[in-house]
């Protein structure tokens, strides 16, 4: 196996810039924290009794988990602009398919909640609010998670732009000051 192509890749990380490492930590922090909520819930119903109800609980615990996505989608562009560029990836074609793999991705996470609902995606079996029946529509019956895969496009199509954007900047104000 060639393992140049990440060699070179290794060289364009900065490990220790400071915005890689709260992108980092907020990608990480983001799951561990509703996951470690939602089985608290479900063994105390310390929210449900907290908030008054599972709803609102369960509503409650959405608002929060949306902030802290926005926060992590935030830090992720941030530390995706303070990163080295790599060639190859200088092009327009890249930014389209950046583009398309935001419109892919929402697509399905769009979708996704729209078959859930606010409880069915924001674990609402944890607040004990269970569904009629396992939803097997759009997007579900195209692929397993659909959820999660169109995030992980989000995210990919995300950094495919910015990088992009940052070029044609850079080009732009190099042009002005000539």
């Given at each position: 196996?060639?393992v140049?192509v990440?060699?070179e890749?290794?060289?364009?990380?900065?490990?220790?810039?400071?915005?890689?490492?709260?992108?980092?930590?907020?990608?990480?922090?983001?799951?561990?924290?509703?996951?470690?909520?939602?089985?608290?819930?479900?063994?105390t119903?310390?929210l449900?009794?907290?908030?008054?109800?599972?709803?609102?609980?369960?509503?409650?615990?959405?608002?929060?988990?949306?902030?802290?996505?926005?926060?992590?989608?935030?830090?992720?562009?941030?530390?995706?602009?303070?990163?080295?560029?790599?060639?190859?990836?200088?092009?327009?074609q890249?930014?389209?398919?950046?583009?398309?793999?935001?419109?892919?991705?929402?697509?399905f996470?769009?979708?996704?909640?729209?078959?859930?609902?606010?409880?069915?995606?924001?674990?609402?079996?944890?607040f004990?609010?269970?569904?009629?029946?396992?939803?097997?529509?759009?997007?579900?019956?195209?692929?397993?998670?659909?959820?999660?895969?169109?995030?992980?496009?989000?995210?990919?199509?995300?950094?495919?732009?910015?990088?992009?954007?940052?070029?044609?900047?850079q080009?732009?104000?190099?042009?002005?000051?000539?």
């Amino acid at each position: 196996m060639d393992v140049s192509v990440f060699t070179e890749l290794s060289g364009f990380i900065d490990l220790t810039e400071p915005r890689f490492c709260v992108a980092v930590i907020a990608i990480i922090f983001n799951p561990f924290f509703w996951n470690v909520v939602a089985r608290w819930e479900h063994r105390t119903r310390g929210l449900t009794r907290l908030f008054g109800g599972p709803y609102v609980a369960c509503y409650s615990l959405a608002l929060l988990i949306l902030l802290l996505n926005v926060y992590r989608s935030h830090s992720i562009t941030v530390a995706m602009k303070g990163q080295s560029r790599w060639e190859p990836l200088d092009n327009a074609q890249v930014y389209y398919t950046g583009a398309a793999l935001l419109i892919l991705g929402s697509l399905f996470v769009i979708s996704s909640f729209m078959a859930l609902g606010v409880t069915g995606t924001f674990l609402g079996d944890y607040f004990g609010i269970l569904m009629d029946q396992k939803v097997t529509s759009f997007p579900f019956n195209v692929m397993e998670n659909p959820m999660y895969w169109g995030s992980t496009a989000n995210y990919l199509g995300l950094a495919l732009i910015p990088f992009t954007e940052e070029i044609y900047r850079q080009r732009s104000q190099r042009c002005k000051h000539k």
